[in-house]
């Protein structure tokens, strides 16, 4: 029996001349390593002969076998994964993310072009710097879950009673409207949060992926000829792309039904001067959606001379800084909603600026996809940008004088005074006709305006209805809130309590000039007493306050008064306002003091505001 080395090398020997390669060699070797381990023979060197087959293999570099082709595959792939590895770390040579050849910049008019292709895979990049992938994480979260990302991850929605609070510091009395606002804004919050699709909402909590290396490379969709056009920064967004809705059958089979919450309108009823638009300007301060007021009584029928309906969404558009993402989750204020109540008696006439207006906001109001024209752009010029208004809210708000009118017809009671005359027509014209003719009458105030609350508070649609509202307009707006009329208490504390009170703002005034303002509290309940007769609300108390400091604002500038009181009999026309004077100076020193005080004119204006 002879060694297997031998024979080995016998047949190396043999066939040397036959190109045979040194793996060949091996795998004969190493499929008999145990025998030659056992049958050793001492005159033959195995470890020489080995170290001789690697140098023959490595002199060797033209073998043609299969076997070499493959080591010479895995060697180059080794080298372009080094090649490919080492360019991340700001090598002068950049390489092709897929297979690692160098890529060649592309030739354009502009010499500082940034586009590279990659010659072998034929797959076109962008090369980004620090500031463009900056930008680029910048414009990733713009999506149509950017509000509620600001709103949501920053900090969660205040509480009802923190909007109530807030309201209070600002608005007098009116406690249930401000209550149903509060409670239709945080739920307001909620829907938007709710309605949005379960992958935008994951994508919203999930962390923000790790910033791009500057010398990342982007590529281009849409060029390469074979393979996955996509880059692998747009590969793992598609793959990250939201579930798609269910339709069709899928619906059918599907038994787990995500409930959508639905919006619910408001509609605010009550008399000139209870607080109705100072609600709206207080709560656009504090909301973190966009927040538009919008005056019903300039809006017209399409095609007609006056603002589109549409002006409605651009003002909200307009708000939200010409983002319709964030404007399709805002809120609108409809201002004097009661001034496009219909006026029966025209049948031959259309109604353009009353019914036709009613009509035009009946998809707005409850949810459909509105063409508003861009920024800078007038209407039926330009393009136009749709904004779905199913998840705004609308509040609506109005005076509905005589509403009370109608109300005790359908009671069937006597209402305080004259009585309702038989013949009482439809409309809002008549209904403010008989509201006023019913003023007129020597009644008590107190009580007319009792009477007036307590039937506002028992309401209903057909009321609305019968006002001149259409039955579609008042359907879509479902919670109906009436707001009280004000007395005199309350007028006393709007004079003194809010933070933009009338009294404190007139003392501002009067302190720009070095002069001080006191209302004694008996002056004050006059006042309040005076604007009640008025029937004007809060507004009749600045008529008031300028009509009793009419000669006080003229004769304090320039002057030695120090101060200015108002009492009772002051308010009551008995009396003439009171001044307090400084004690009389030198002429020179006069003369020197008005110099001083016309240079610190600014400066005490600005101490006042402080």
Same mark, same amino acid.
């Given at each position: 029996?002879?060694?297997?080395?031998?024979?080995?090398?016998?047949?190396?020997?043999?066939?040397?001349?036959?190109?045979?390669?040194?793996?060949?060699?091996?795998?004969?070797?190493?499929?008999?390593?145990?025998?030659?381990?056992?049958?050793?023979?001492?005159?033959?060197?195995?470890?020489?002969?080995?170290?001789?087959?690697?140098?023959?293999?490595?002199?060797?570099?033209?073998?043609?076998?299969?076997?070499?082709?493959?080591?010479?595959?895995?060697?180059?792939?080794?080298?372009?994964?080094?090649?490919?590895?080492?360019?991340?770390?700001?090598?002068?040579?950049?390489?092709?993310?897929?297979?690692?050849?160098?890529?060649?910049?592309?030739?354009?008019?502009?010499?500082?072009?940034?586009?590279?292709?990659?010659?072998?895979?034929?797959?076109?990049?962008?090369?980004?710097?620090?500031?463009?992938?900056?930008?680029?994480?910048?414009?990733?979260?713009?999506?149509?879950?950017?509000?509620?990302?600001?709103?949501?991850?920053?900090?969660?929605?205040?509480?009802?009673?923190?909007?109530?609070?807030?309201?209070?510091?600002?608005?007098?009395?009116?406690?249930?409207?401000?209550?149903?606002?509060?409670?239709?804004?945080?739920?307001?919050?909620?829907?938007?949060?709710?309605?949005?699709?379960? !992958?935008?909402?994951?994508?919203? &909590? /999930?962390? +923000?992926?790790? $910033?791009?290396?500057?010398?990342?490379? %982007?590529?281009?969709? =849409?060029?390469?000829?074979?393979?996955?056009?996509?880059?692998?920064?747009?590969?793992?967004?598609?793959?990250?792309?939201?579930?798609?809705?269910?339709?069709?059958?899928?619906?059918?089979?599907?038994?787990?039904?995500?409930?959508?919450?639905?919006?619910?309108?408001?509609?605010?009823?009550?008399?000139?001067?209870?607080?109705?638009?100072?609600?709206?300007?207080?709560?656009?301060?504090?909301?973190?959606?966009?927040?538009?007021?919008?005056?019903?009584?300039?809006?017209?029928?399409?095609?007609?001379?006056?603002?589109?309906?549409?002006?409605?969404?651009?003002?909200?558009?307009?708000?939200?800084?010409?983002?319709?993402?964030?404007?399709?989750? !805002?809120?609108?204020?409809?201002? &004097? /909603?009661? +001034?496009?109540? $219909?006026?029966?008696?025209?049948?031959? %006439?259309?109604?353009? =600026?009353?019914?036709?207006?009613?009509?035009?906001?009946?998809?707005?109001?409850?949810?459909?996809?509105?063409?508003?024209?861009?920024?800078?752009?007038?209407?039926?010029?330009?393009?136009?940008?749709?904004?779905?208004?199913?998840?705004?809210?609308?509040?609506?708000?109005?005076?509905?004088?005589?509403?009370?009118?109608?109300?005790?017809?359908?009671?069937?009671?006597?209402?305080?005074?004259?009585?309702?005359?038989?013949?009482?027509?439809?409309?809002?014209r008549a209904a403010a006709a008989a509201d006023l003719a019913n003023s007129s009458g020597e009644t008590d105030t107190?009580?007319?305006?009792?009477?007036?609350?307590?039937?506002?508070?028992?309401?209903?649609?057909?009321?609305?209805?019968?006002?001149?509202?259409?039955?579609?307009?008042?359907?879509?707006?479902?919670?109906?809130?009436?707001?009280?009329?004000?007395?005199?208490?309350?007028?006393?504390?709007?004079?003194?309590?809010?933070?933009?009170?009338?009294?404190?703002?007139?003392?501002?005034?009067?302190?720009?000039?070095?002069?001080?303002?006191?209302?004694?509290?008996?002056?004050?309940?006059?006042?309040?007493?005076?604007?009640?007769?008025?029937?004007?609300?809060?507004?009749?108390?600045?008529?008031?306050?300028?009509k009793l400091l009419l000669e006080p604002m003229f004769e304090v500038p320039h002057s030695d008064i120090m101060a200015?009181?108002?009492?009772?009999?002051?308010?009551?026309?008995?009396?003439?306002?009171?001044?307090?004077?400084?004690?009389?100076?030198?002429?020179?020193?006069?003369?020197?003091?008005?110099?001083?005080?016309?240079?610190?004119?600014?400066?005490?204006?600005?101490?006042?505001?402080?």
């Amino acid at each position: 029996m002879s060694c297997p080395c031998t024979s080995a090398a016998r047949l190396f020997l043999n066939t040397a001349h036959r190109g045979l390669s040194c793996s060949r060699i091996q795998l004969f070797s190493l499929s008999r390593q145990g025998s030659r381990e056992t049958h050793l023979h001492p005159k033959v060197r195995v470890r020489s002969f080995s170290e001789t087959a690697v140098c023959y293999a490595a002199k060797d570099g033209t073998t043609k076998d299969s076997g070499s082709d493959g080591g010479k595959k895995s060697i180059s792939e080794g080298k372009r994964q080094s090649g490919s590895g080492g360019s991340g770390k700001g090598g002068s040579q950049l390489r092709c993310p897929k297979c690692g050849d160098p890529c060649t910049h592309v030739e354009t008019f502009v010499s500082s072009t940034r586009f590279v292709k990659c010659e072998k895979c034929h797959h076109f990049f962008v090369v980004l710097s620090e500031t463009d992938s900056k930008k680029g994480l910048n414009k990733e979260p713009e999506s149509a879950a950017e509000a509620v990302k600001l709103a949501f991850a920053q900090k969660p929605p205040p509480p009802p009673k923190k909007i109530y609070a807030y309201l209070d510091k600002y608005v007098v009395g009116q406690s249930y409207a401000k209550k149903v606002l509060a409670v239709a804004v945080y739920n307001h919050y909620k829907r938007i949060y709710n309605n949005i699709p379960a !992958g935008s909402r994951q994508q919203v &909590e /999930v962390e +923000k992926q790790p $910033s791009l290396t500057p010398r990342e490379l %982007l590529q281009i969709a =849409g060029i390469s000829p074979h393979g996955n056009a996509l880059g692998a920064s747009m590969q793992q967004q598609a793959s990250q792309q939201p579930p798609q809705e269910k339709r069709g059958g899928e619906v059918l089979d599907s038994t787990h039904t995500d409930i959508k919450l639905e919006k619910s309108n408001i509609i605010l009823l009550g008399p000139t001067g209870s607080g109705k638009t100072l609600l709206a300007q207080t709560l656009a301060r504090c909301l973190d959606v966009p927040f538009a007021i919008c005056d019903c009584t300039t809006l017209t029928q399409a095609g007609y001379v006056g603002e589109d309906i549409e002006s409605v969404i651009a003002k909200l558009l307009q708000d939200a800084n010409y983002s319709v993402e964030k404007a399709q989750q !805002g809120i609108v204020f409809l201002d &004097e /909603v009661d +001034k496009i109540g $219909s006026v029966p008696g025209i049948h031959q %006439l259309r109604d353009v =600026g009353g019914e036709g207006v009613q009509q035009g906001l009946l998809k707005l109001l409850e949810g459909t996809i509105v063409n508003v024209p861009e920024k800078n752009s007038r209407k039926l010029r330009g393009e136009t940008v749709q904004v779905d208004t199913t998840n705004i809210l609308f509040v609506a708000s109005g005076a509905f004088n005589g509403l009370d009118r109608i109300i005790s017809r359908r009671k069937n009671e006597k209402y305080l005074g004259f009585g309702t005359p038989s013949n009482m027509g439809k409309g809002r014209r008549a209904a403010a006709a008989a509201d006023l003719a019913n003023s007129s009458g020597e009644t008590d105030t107190v009580a007319e305006i009792e009477e007036k609350d307590r039937l506002l508070k028992i309401v209903e649609a057909r009321d609305l209805i019968e006002f001149g509202m259409i039955p579609e307009f008042v359907g879509r707006l479902p919670v109906v809130v009436p707001l009280h009329s004000l007395d005199e208490e309350t007028l006393v504390r709007i004079l003194t309590e809010p933070r933009n009170a009338v009294v404190p703002q007139y003392q501002a005034l009067f302190s720009m000039d070095k002069c001080e303002l006191n209302v004694t509290p008996d002056a004050l309940r006059a006042i309040a007493k005076m604007a009640l007769e008025r029937k004007t609300g809060a507004r009749g108390l600045r008529s008031i306050m300028e009509k009793l400091l009419l000669e006080p604002m003229f004769e304090v500038p320039h002057s030695d008064i120090m101060a200015v009181e108002l009492n009772k009999d002051i308010v009551l026309g008995k009396s003439q306002p009171t001044y307090v004077r400084a004690p009389a100076k030198e002429p020179a020193e006069e003369e020197y003091d008005s110099g001083i005080e016309e240079e610190n004119w600014p400066r005490q204006a600005d101490a006042a505001n402080n």
